[in-house]
């Protein structure tokens, strides 16, 4: 699967250093991190059915 969009994120150096040190103790990069999370949002189907 090609990766062609990206987002521009705002982060103050607190959420910055969190993420970035979660990331470097599981060894993962930022943005792995992020897309993990992406992953476990609710599927679309099921979001279409509350709106």
Not at 36 to 51: A, F, G, T, W
């Amino acid at each position: 699967m090609t990766r062609e969009k990206s987002i521009k994120v705002r982060l103050t150096e607190e959420e910055f250093e969190q993420i970035n040190l979660y990331a470097k103790t599981k060894d993962f990069s930022v943005s792995e991190v992020i897309r993990d999370y992406i992953k476990r949002l609710p599927k679309m189907d099921s979001l279409r059915s509350i709106y």
